[in-house]
């Protein structure tokens, strides 16, 4: 029971009548008829309320926190909270209906924007961090401390707790973008990390300001979960959380690339304002593509996965953890590029739930994290490897500049995608975005035939190359003929019908052709199709069997010495 969180309504009072009129409130399912479910209400009012009228109530509630789980609660061990979903939030009335869906385990909250005031009081001697400025504190008579703190143009609002935080404070600022004040609430035992969280983020501050437009809020504040606390990483407006790992192997940037994917959250989902139950994509996908982007800007290759053996990569999940140290970083470690890091929980889930599917919907959480996170991040790496990076960052700063503070809907960032760059993108849209559709270009065969002009003693070749479209969407793909003598070919196919020849006159022998060769097309499903080598170099595949052969080898020696 202690672990437990839930929120009580004890009272509503209709401030116009001075009446009290919780009687009126009746949960109600809308999602799955889940008749135990108490997430959603709706209160009937005993009078109607006129076009372009108001009401005003005063909700009296209380809140119980859980065990640290899923973005808010306490942590064991320690005096932290983390107090988040912690209120009665109004539904987002749209299109002449509530938009209120219930609670539900994969998705994020969607409410509507508003001003905030709020006190909070908590015991002298604990560090508070919240959304908003902080205006004020008042030193009570009974020991305790209020904290004051507003906040405009926000759609949630969080705060943490904690007598064992420590505070540091750092003033962001560079030409053109308005200044941020940065608050930092560092566990005692990360203290040594607080350069590492401060370069972090004033490089996402700095590139995201510059990219899509500045950071509005004036203040931020960085939260260091303690390891004992199952929160996950978590964003709210001017208010993120991270959780450090204890020990790092080399160029294992993954606290900075946390930061960096929370920090862009404040621009899609929380200034950029997506129904995260309907569209969860909208402000996942897009915000992985933004971060990942800036992460492979500044940091470069990092470590993704760890590798036993040198054989067999393997993600670093936290039951290869033990009190916080890697183990897996004792065998090795090799790292994969950002931008094919949900290559491979896509290819396992190519056809399973389409991107634009309601989140709750999803059939597993796998899959979930494919149409929310990986699908769309590939699906937008494709999109700017095919129109350029300009002309995709200009898209992405047109969508925030139109709807900051408004809550946007696929259709209207299809939109923005075609009027900005000029094309039509039904390819993308209904094909990669709406249905399970696939790309899979491949280079089926190479043939070639030696003429020689017996005038002029100059020998040619005649070259056929076989392109084959395996998958179902249609994408101009660039397509490459590298020659014996060094010599470079590049052409495009308009990879519209099934299969196509591309012939070539040559000088030299063909030694190998290609299908996108600038990797413009990351969504891919078969990357061991997209290149033919006439003379093919077996070495690679002798070294790898020999080396799984060797380990299998003296695995089997070692077992049969021990029995």
Known sequence: EESRGWIRILSILDLQSNREISRGLRFVHPDDGNVFDSTVAILSLDRAVKSKDSISFRIQFYAKLPRAISRTGWAPGTQFYMIAQWFPKIGVFQNGTWNCHQVHDLTEPFSDFGT??????????????????????????????THIFNANGIQDFAWVASSALIVKEHNFSYPGIPRVVVR?????????????????????????????????????????????????????PALIAASANDYSVKNDFSLENVIIHQYGHQYWHEMVANDGFE??????????????????????????????????PVRLFPFLEFAGFPLAALIGDVWIPQQYNGLSDYLENVKTDAISEWGFHAFVQKSYHVMAYDKPELVLNTLEGLIGEKVM????????????????????????????????????FNELIEGTGTVDYAISSIDYFRE????????????????????SVTIPIDVRLKL??????????????????????????????????????????CYSNNSYVINSDMRGIVYWVNQI?????NFLFTFLALI
């Not at 593509?289 to 470069?300: E, H």
């Open 184 to 236: 930092l609430l560092l566990q005692p035992d990360h203290s040594t990390l607080g350069n590492r969280y401060f370069s972090a983020i004033d490089t996402a501050i700095k590139y995201f300001g510059i990219w899509y437009g500045p950071y509005p809020y004036g203040t931020i504040t960085l939260v260091d979960i303690p390891r004992t606390a199952s929160l996950g990483e978590a964003e709210y």
């Open 484 to 525: 014996e003598d060094g010599s470079i070919i590049d052409t495009t196919w308009s990879g519209e019908k099934r299969w196509g020849v591309l012939k070539f006159v040559v000088h030299s022998v063909p030694k190998f052709a290609q299908v996108d060769p600038f990797n413009k097309i990351p969504i891919d499903i």
């Open 116 to 145: 905030y005031n709020v006190r909070v009081t908590v015991p002298t001697g604990f560090v508070v961090g919240a959304t908003g400025q902080a205006s004020g504190e008042e030193v009570n008579v009974d020991g305790t401390v």
């Open 549 to 553: 052969v060797s380990y299998v080898q």
């Open 452 to 471: 020689t002009d017996l005038s002029t003693n100059i020998t040619s070749y005649e070259v056929k190359v076989l392109v084959m479209k395996n998958g």
């Open 279 to 312: 569209y969860p994509w909208l402000d996942e996908g897009i915000n992985s593509f933004c971060a990942d982007k800036l992460v492979r800007k500044i940091y470069g290759p990092f470590v993704s996965v760890y590798k036993i053996a040198d054989v067999y």
């Open 393 to 428: 960052t200009r898209i992405l700063r047109n969508y925030f500049e139109i709807f900051q503070y408004k809550h946007p809907t696929p259709a209207e960032f299809e939109n923005v995608c075609e009027h900005v760059s000029g094309r039509r993108l039904v390819w993308l």
